[in-house]
T-cell receptor
Framework: RKEVEQDPGPFNVPEGATVAFNCTYS??????FFWYRQDCRKEPKLLMS???SGNEDGRFTAQLNRASQYISLLIRDSKLSDSATYLC??????????????FGKGTKLSVKP | NAGVTQTPKFRVLKTGQSMTLLCAQD?????MYWYRQDPGMGLRLIHY???????AKGEVPDGYNVSRLKKQNFLLGLESAAPSQTSVYFC??????????FGPGTRLTVT
């Protein structure tokens, strides 16, 4: 099993749609989870951290399921500006490697008018 | 605040040449990272540092060396560049939350 695995995409959705991304991770000791977005030819930018209780930021909701080792990102009321690649990030989670973050390959989202 | 900066932004090297990429941060973060990003491969960790004077290997360290002599700077060196090192290189920093902040990237071509 890959350390961090994401839906391959691409996801092509109309404006206003709700879209969900899933990500699975292999290391049960991982403690830190994030979603980043990356626009074409730009650096990744932190979208949100993912907490055990789940968290919401406007149209974005992130959830963590430790038992099944997956995290999800839900985007409601999609905007054209949401078009980007979404990266799932998980830390290695043990000893001195806690700062070592593993990135998924990303899922590309394209929101159409 | 500049955040995280990288120099240079672009570089073309010939095989066998050497160069150093500089990452600088004014965020007072302990953690610093160097990644490379290639099409279809996602971001791969080259080396990282958990504090001044420390470095550790990531997923793809071969052919690269790093140094963290000052907290605010993290240098990535290529001693003898190879075409396989053609990539986009990103530097990132993080505090104890591990939330990473990235620089704008360096596009390196090795011919």
């Amino acid at each position: 099993r890959k350390e961090v695995e994401q839906d391959p995409g691409p996801f092509n959705v109309p404006e206003g749609a709700t879209v969900a991304f899933n990500c699975t991770y292999s290391n049960s000791a991982s403690q830190s989870f994030f979603w980043y977005r990356q626009d074409c030819r730009k650096e990744p930018k932190l979208l949100m951290s993912v907490y055990s209780s789940g968290n919401e930021d406007g149209r974005f909701t992130a959830q963590l399921n430790r038992a099944s080792q997956y995290i999800s990102l839900l985007i409601r009321d999609s905007k054209l500006s949401d078009s980007a690649t979404y990266l799932c990030v998980v830390n290695k989670g043990y000893g001195g490697s806690q700062g070592n973050l593993i990135f998924g390959k990303g899922t590309k989202l394209s929101v159409k008018p | 605040n500049a955040g995280v900066t990288q120099t240079p932004k672009f570089r073309v090297l010939k095989t066998g040449q050497s160069m150093t990429l500089l990452c600088a941060q004014d965020m007072n973060h302990e953690y610093m990272y160097w990644y490379r990003q290639d099409p279809g491969m996602g971001l791969r960790l080259i080396h990282y540092s958990v504090g001044e004077g420390t470095t550790a290997k990531g997923e793809v360290p071969d052919g690269y060396n790093v140094s963290r002599l000052k907290k605010q700077n993290f240098l990535l060196g290529l001693e003898s560049a190879a075409p396989s090192q053609t990539s986009v290189y990103f530097c990132a920093t993080a505090d104890s939350t591990y939330e990473q902040y990235f620089g704008p990237g360096t596009r390196l071509t090795v011919t």
